[in-house]
């Protein structure tokens, strides 16, 4: 029986303090009068903290506070410095690249994409691509990146930065991180050489993104589908990754266990029914569509019988996955989220009647399975803003 | 984005360094140089910190420290008090209330048990047992408790100390811990009747049980069948209890979408396939037997046919909703525990060949299935065992 941790010390401390005023400035424009009462923290303590974030760039004044009521000098607005660090974010697809910066607010400043089919290029050939695509939306933002993150359509391992395995693109076991820099450094971006790389997977970047800009409760799962299909379980606020970091794998969920054939080994996955190839081939129409999300949802809406009838049977397999997961996991929300989002209108009816039917040992609110609003921009959002959520929650570190 | 907390302080870093050295103590017998060294912190501060977790009873000197090899007086050891604050649990069981004390350090130190068919009585008449029992047990360890925990066979909502659903007992909305109280004042208990009062689900404190003694990895599935079947989530050490406290009902998860009809009202749960009822009935015998887990691990031992065949389909049921719960949690290791501790050898051959076909996406291991021994006396371990080591945690606490 040991609990873990070191001494708490004075330098803690104030890394610790600079976190939580740093944390009341980002949750709105306040005084330091102000920062002071919701902290707890002494006014002349607030100041010091203050001047040392606004030395950092992360801090800056902006006007007058919203006046107090009470008689004096009104304090000046504290506020997020617009030209602070700022999050890179790339995103590298199966038939695109895609890249954006946002400012310390987690407002975006630029993003670009360009189509690529990546499927079978070499992991050097799309790295050049997405370094060159990172230098151009890091120039035309002018900010200065305090790191990248870059989203990529596979398992990432414990070893940094590492994709183990991307079966969409053909790659397995591919240092990302490490190919990313000698590439920067070609595309003539040295700068962006020297950062912090950090890669994760698309599934887990989108939900994260849905947690911390989708206004989501704390504890939720967050299914979406780019090549492959992948959950986020987001709980306590943090994203669940797993002993090894495989956590989220919803696709090969067992949903009919005597079910067809799945190309990971498996019979009856989740991807067999309501997976790209899957769907498209029960809707009659050929694999590799170019954008098959945006195709369905046009042949869907102008009432295309097959394509309805092949997303209904796609939302009641997602369903039976789903309940299998809310059994597991109790979230509080169920998000559709990634290219589902945009297919949620005619997914969500069978969804909804299988976790009626199934989910009754607990309290289940049809409410509660509800569809992004940032859909399939959630992956390069979360990455980018994790970058500048970092800075936040420890704006003391070198 | 909001940071939430409060402002570090030195009452806070006293805490902290009291739990910090009590875990240090926990962790086997110290000088209060070793501690120091181990913890960072002065020598000075070691011996104040001690002193204070001395006078409220929970360290005790053992004798001269192991010999440093050093000249000089050696320091002697110090231990967990054997005398100091106690954990006192509890269990309703369907077919048997149980209870125990165990010590500061988690040794048992008093443990009881007595059948009683609980199905359908009241939860007054149950309790007023378990009182009993408490007062018993207490009496006869002769220490103090801190606390007591109980474990229920059923779901735990999140209003303290309520149990919302325990189907097998025939229990809904029963205010466990309010109706402890004045049963363990009218079984002259009155000292018991003011201490906190904690309820937990079964599986829950399994899982805690085989965490905090079974030396599990941080990340693991616990998996236990008593009246239903639960399971254990525990991850990065801590347990994963759901949005509402309702997660780890593996029970009804679907293990075949279209198979028989669940008194839960959904089909093809796995409790239909691995559950008491189910595999009694595929074993041919009747409903209800007493001790159906000592009963089918002995006519299986004795070689009967139809138990095992039941036994290994059930097996086969678990290795499905196993695989599921792999690719959503990855945990490190999967433990089969509570009952199906006992019945590992005829269970475990059919989940090994589930597992082995249907986990392929990410590494797995035959080695990470596992079997508890702790088994059945887990809930009730970890009942008790989480009385001492919330103190053991914040002994800082009034």
């Known amino acids: 029986m040991q609990v873990r941790g070191g001494p708490a010390s004075q330098q803690g401390m104030r890394r610790a303090n600079l976190a939580l005023v740093l944390g009341e400035i980002a949750a709105g424009p306040k005084s330091r009068a102000e920062v002071a009462a919701r902290t707890g923290l002494t006014r002349a303590a607030v100041s010091s903290l203050v001047d040392e974030l606004a030395a950092g760039g992360l801090v800056a004044e902006s006007g007058p506070a919203v006046p107090s009521g009470k008689v004096g000098r009104p304090g000046t607005a504290l506020v997020l410095a617009p030209d602070g660090p700022a999050g890179l974010g790339g995103e590298i697809g199966v038939e695109h690249l895609a890249a954006c910066v946002v400012d310390l607010r ?5 993003w670009r994409r360009r189509d690529v089919r990546n499927r079978d290029r070499t992991p050097e ?10 230098r151009e939306v890091s120039d035309a933002a002018g900010l200065t990146p305090a790191g990248i993150a870059v989203a990529v359509p596979g398992l990432v391992g414990a070893a940094e930065g590492v994709v183990v395995r991307a079966p969409n693109l053909g790659w397995s076991e591919v240092a990302v991180a490490a190919g990313l820099r000698p590439a920067l450094r070609r595309a003539g971006a040295t700068g962006l050489a020297g950062l912090p790389i950090g890669i994760d997977n698309e599934a887990n970047l989108g939900g994260l993104a849905e947690h911390w800009l989708g206004g989501r409760p704390d504890s939720f799962c967050h299914l979406s589908a780019e090549a492959g299909i992948g959950a986020a379980l987001v709980v306590d606020g943090r994203l669940l990754r797993g002993a090894r970091g495989f956590a989220g794998e919803l696709g090969h969920v067992p949903v009919r266990p005597d079910g067809p054939d799945c190309p990971c080994g498996a019979r009856g996955c ?8 899957a769907v498209l081939r029960a809707a009659g129409l050929p694999g590799f569509v170019d954008d098959w999300v945006g195709e369905l949802a046009r042949r869907a809406r102008a009432g295309d019988a097959a394509v309805r009838e092949a997303l209904a049977a796609a939302g009641t ?4 996955a789903v309940t299998g997961a809310v059994n597991l996991i109790d979230p509080a929300e169920v998000v559709l989220g990634g290219g589902y989002a945009e297919l949620g209108e005619w997914l969500l009816p069978a969804m909804r009647d299988e976790l009626a039917a199934r989910v009754t040992v607990r309290p289940w609110d049809d409410g509660w399975l ?3 609003e940032l859909g399939r ?8 803003v994790g970058v500048v959520r ?3 929650a420890d704006p003391g570190q070198d």
């Not at 987690?106 to 630029?110: I, L, N, S």
């Not at 050939?125 to 990172?134: I, N, R």
């Not at 989740?270 to 190839?277: M, N, P, T, V």
């Open 106 to 110: 987690g407002e975006v400043r630029e």
């Open 125 to 134: 050939a799309v790295l050049a691509d997405l370094a060159e695509l990172l």
């Open 270 to 277: 989740l991807e067999q029914y309501a997976g790209e190839q």
């Open 317 to 320: 397999a997602l369903g039976i």
């Open 370 to 372: 509800t569809v992004s």
């Open 377 to 384: 921009r959630g992956p390069l959002l979360g990455a980018a």
């Open 390 to 392: 970092a800075v936040l």
